[in-house]
């Protein structure tokens, strides 16, 4: 059973034929009949030119993925884990799948906040102690 569409999100979603999938040799250690298929699967998908994305999910995709993605704004997602390359090719989907769900969270904005009367009072006091300590250090007048 293969993949017609990712699910990303809520009303959200992007047919498998808008991703480029690429298979070649996976790396590692050889020995008999290992790595000898095509196994490893490299996923594309171009978040900056979908047709799919609506135009404010292609944002916030573009500005919370943005180490992920390449100049052109394309995600890559690679998986060479299992021997079968319909395993991999599973796997790779699925990664691309959380990775552009989670691109598409929105980030909780920091709520700031001030110092409490306790670390205030710690402050004021530790620097008195300090003042204190470096004017002791100081030339005595009376000599």
Do not use: C, Y
């Not at 569409?5 to 959200?12: A, F, S």
């Not at 690429?22 to 998908?45: I, L, M, Y």
């Amino acid at each position: 059973m293969t993949r017609e569409v990712l699910v990303i999100g809520p009303g959200l979603t992007i047919p498998v034929s808008e991703i480029d999938i690429r298979t070649s040799r996976a790396s590692g250690p050889g020995g008999q009949h290992v790595n000898t298929s095509d196994s490893k699967v490299e996923v594309r998908f171009d978040v900056a030119r979908s047709p799919s994305l609506p135009p404010d999910a292609r944002e916030r995709l573009l500005q919370n993925l943005g180490t992920r993605l390449s100049k052109d704004g394309v995600l890559r997602v690679v998986a060479q884990g299992r021997r079968s390359q319909w395993r991999n090719r599973e796997d790779a989907l699925a990664r691309l799948e959380t990775v552009l769900g989670r691109g598409l969270e929105q980030q909780a904005g920091r709520v700031p906040t001030a110092p409490s009367w306790a670390a205030k009072a710690r402050r004021r006091r530790d620097k008195q102690l300090r003042s204190a300590l470096k004017r002791s250090r100081g030339v005595d007048s009376d000599e």
